[in-house]
Every structure is written in C-alpha cells, then in structure tokens.
C-alpha cells in the first residue's frame, strides 16, 4: 500500500494535492481518524519533501485546508447528530477518552482544541466533542486555524528530516567527532531542561533537588545554557551541518532541491 501510495501521489502536484487533502480531512475528521494511521501518511509525504519528489508550500498549504475541513464538519457532527453519536460502537469504546476530553473542554477550551490537534487519539474527537456541548465558535475557531497551520508542518518535520540526514549522510559521511559533539550538546540541553523542569515544578518537594541550595541551581541552568548555545553554534561549522541548511533552505524558501 505505501509502494502504491508514493507511486501515485508523486504523478502530479494535482494528485499530490488531492491525496494531502483527503489525508488529512480524514485524519481530522470525526471518529474515522482514530481509525487511520495517520502519521504513517503524513511522515511518508514529509519524506518525499526531503526527496525533493513533492514541493513544499503546495503541501502545506493543502493540509491545512483538509484539516480545517476536518474539524468544521467534525463540529457539525457533534452539534447535529449529539445523540445518534453516543450510540455508536465506536465511540462506545472510547467513552472513557471522551469524558477526559469533555472535562477539559469545560476548563481549557482553547488550550485543548489547540493541543489536541497534535495528538492522534484526541485529534478527531475533538471537534465533534466541542459541537456535541455546542461550545461557541469564537472559542473554537482561533485554536483550530493555529492547529490546523501547525499540525502539517510539525507532522511533515520528521520525514523532511530522516530524508535529508540520510541523503547527506550517504554523500558525506559523518565524522565521528561531529556524533560525539552532537550527542553530548543534546545531553547537556535535556540535563538543563530537566533542572529547569524540577525547578519550576518540584522545588520544594523534590529531594534531588533539596542536596543543591536555590542559588546553586539556577547557576547551574546558565551555566548548562551557556555551554549549550556555545556547542551549538560550534557545529554549525561542520561540513554536513552546512549541507544540511543548504538543503533545508532549498526545500523551504526555493520550494526545491535541484
């Protein structure tokens, strides 16, 4: 199926366009996305962006269009067919997922509309789910747009990224003090993420972090900051790095690779 998938949407920018389309209008659509492998589809199309085979903004800009789609009709749904919904085995079976939904509609509106559209389960329930408790479109309607503008781009990323790394990899191959380089600045950010992050949350409570006063752990996030923008900027001085952006800008600003 993914043989024929690439073999047909790589004809044309007109059949490109119309296979995003409905991707994504299904993927946003109620109760059938949770149905699809959504993300399959979607990091195979961001691949063959990577490839140069599909131009970028062509679709992009087709996504996001399917994925607006998805959600206006979703809300229809929900709003129009409340209880013929309730009574689907499908919908059954997800009932525990809808209550968490439904509850953190009720506080977070906007907040869980816009997150929603990044996770697979909750993407097409919850359009439906905001039109079964007819939650007002002004409050639906600014989440949706940013979700529906981030949620392509965001699933494209991966397989733009995978095709590139392995395409440049292939044709220069990585120096290994570039790996080791690489893998000790990411080592350096997530330790620095993680103090920021039980600082802010976990201060008091945690016992980790009660050994180091608070003075001493805020120097220690600069610090780790600092080394971490300081190695970052170093391997931008790689030959692959360098590549790697040339390629990125190609696809990007000039639409193409070649």
């Known amino acids: 199926m993914e043989a024929w998938f690439k073999y047909f949407i790589t004809q044309s920018i007109s059949y490109a366009c119309i296979i995003i389309l409905i991707i994504t209008f299904l993927e946003s659509l109620a ?3 949770l149905l699809l492998p959504g993300i399959v589809f979607m990091t195979t199309i961001g691949t063959m962006i990577g490839n140069g085979k599909l131009s970028f903004y062509p679709s992009w800009i087709t996504g996001i269009l399917g994925c607006l789609l998805g959600d206006y009709l979703s809300y229809y749904i929900g709003w129009k067919f409340k209880n013929w919904i309730y009574n689907i ?5 997800n009932i525990t997922l809808f209550n968490k939904i439904k509850n953190t ?5 906007m907040f869980t509309i816009l997150i929603g559209k990044f996770i697979g389960p ?8 905001a039109g ?6 002004k409050n639906f309607i600014p989440p949706s747009i940013i ?30 003090s570039f790996k080791w380089t690489l893998i000790i600045i990411l080592c350096i950010i ?10 802010w949350k976990n201060y008091k409570n945690s016992t980790i972090l009660k050994i180091i006063s608070k003075k001493n752990i805020i120097i220690l996030i600069i610090i780790n900051a600092l080394i971490g923008i ?5 391997i931008q001085y790689y030959l692959i790095i360098m590549i790697f952006q040339k390629i990125i800008i190609h696809i990007f600003i000039i639409h193409k690779i070649y």
């Not at 085995?89 to 079976?93: A, D, G, T, Y």
């Not at 079964?132 to 479109?137: A, D, F, G, V, Y």
């Not at 997530?190 to 039980?198: E, M, V």
Request: charge should be positive.
């Open 230 to 234: 300081v190695g970052f900027i170093y």
């Open 147 to 176: 979700g529906c503008i981030l949620w392509p781009l965001i699933y494209f990323l991966p397989g733009i990224l995978t095709s590139i790394i392995i395409n440049t990899s292939s044709i220069y191959p990585i120096q290994n």
């Open 132 to 137: 079964m408790l007819k939650l007002p479109m």
């Open 105 to 109: 509609i009720h506080q977070y509106s």
């Open 31 to 33: 109760l059938v996305g």
């Open 190 to 199: 997530w330790t620095g993420c993680w103090l920021l992050w039980k600082f």
């Open 122 to 129: 909750t993407r097409p329930l919850i359009p439906m789910i």
């Open 89 to 93: 085995k499908l919908f059954q079976k």
